[in-house]
């Protein structure tokens, strides 16, 4: 069989790393993510499993040794886990590893299956420990689930890096709180700047909150010492000497990090974007669905490449402003 050739894009980045979305649906409605009554997609539209597992084998055909599943929230998904199974059997064969992001709901019920099936590492959204904060932020009380969830993702054997939106008003009094719960519990932990995607009731201006800020107060309390690790994304490391764990910073706003990005999201629909901040993408659900699927894949897969802009253009300037981008972040994949 011949070897395909590897994803490497017009500005000579070698892309190893997908973020592929299950779904774009979620049983949280986080007010920075999505307003509470949110369109989804209709059923027909999203890919079904046998697509996705297609995709996913066609990515790691084209070198792709990091998949990433993502949503919305992934576990929504009632036949997730049967993707997780088979494509955890790429492990070893192609694949270095297959992880997800979830905001950790159901993770009391999966998380044993997901270490089965060769998951070893996973991100869960958590923006505060504050259970009234939670459920204002989240529009659901679903904060002692969330807790239950990352207790049996610990001892499944799990390593979870807990990923919190830095907030202003709304969350900044809590990060410290959250960093140190995470460090005490053995979890990574890694602040993100919110990124103006999609619609939402609250102007995000009024909650812009530059992580150098986020920085500068947590050295008031702790000594951060710049971290050679690395994980495949965007984040730049630290470690905390006082708790003994690691920080990770993502300023997607205040500190461009595209010039080695190795990434590209498909959506739950077969939408592939070649950067998270533009509207440059490729229709691999037509190409799944034509009448020669692999060849038409592979072409898609090299205009992506294409296509992939230097650099995203995120910016928050000014109160009102329209967002970036019109579509949300559930529909593009966390």
């Excluded at 990515?59 to 886990?81: A, H, N, Q, S, Y």
């Excluded at 812009?208 to 947590?218: C, E």
């Excluded at 000497?241 to 190795?262: H, K, S, V, Y």
């Amino acid at each position: 069989m011949t070897k395909l050739a590897p994803l490497v894009d017009q500005f000579q980045r070698r892309i190893t790393y997908l973020r592929m979305s299950m779904t774009d649906r979620c049983d949280l409605r986080c007010a920075y993510c999505m307003p509470e009554r949110m369109t989804f997609l209709p059923r027909k539209d999203v890919l079904s499993l046998e697509e996705l597992h297609d995709l996913a084998l066609g990515f790691i055909d084209r070198g792709i040794t990091k998949l990433r599943l993502t949503g919305g929230e992934p576990l929504v998904r009632r036949d997730m886990m049967e993707l997780v199974h088979a494509l955890g059997r790429k492990i070893g064969d192609g694949l270095e590893e297959l992880t997800l992001t979830t905001n950790g709901t159901r993770l009391s019920e999966f998380a044993d299956d997901l270490f089965a099936f060769g998951v070893r590492r996973i991100n869960v959204s958590l923006d505060t420990l504050d259970r009234e904060t939670f459920t204002r932020l989240a529009r659901r009380d679903s904060l002692p689930q969330v807790l239950e969830g990352l207790a049996a993702a610990k001892a499944a054997g799990l390593k979870v890096k807990l990923n919190t939106v830095a907030l202003k008003g709304v969350n900044e009094d809590h990060i410290a709180d959250v960093v140190a719960w995470a460090h005490g519990q053995g979890f990574d932990a890694t602040l993100i700047e919110v990124m103006p995607l999609g619609e939402v009731e609250e102007d995000r201006f009024d909650h812009y909150l530059p992580l150098v800020a986020v920085r500068d107060s947590l050295e008031k309390r702790w000594s951060l010492s710049p971290s050679d690790h690395r994980s495949g994304g965007p984040a730049r490391y630290f470690d905390v000497a006082e708790t003994g764990g690691r920080l990770g910073l993502i300023t997607p706003l205040t500190n461009n990090f595209c010039d080695g990005c190795n990434r590209i999201r498909v959506t739950a629909t077969g939408q592939l974007y070649a950067c998270l901040g533009g509207n440059e993408r490729v229709d691999l659900r037509a190409a799944l669905r034509s009448e020669d699927p692999e060849a038409a894949l592979s072409e898609a897969l090299d205009v992506a490449m294409r296509i992939k802009p230097a650099r995203h253009h995120f910016v928050i300037e000014e109160p009102g402003a329209a967002p970036a981008l019109s579509r949300h972040m559930s529909m593009t994949g966390g």
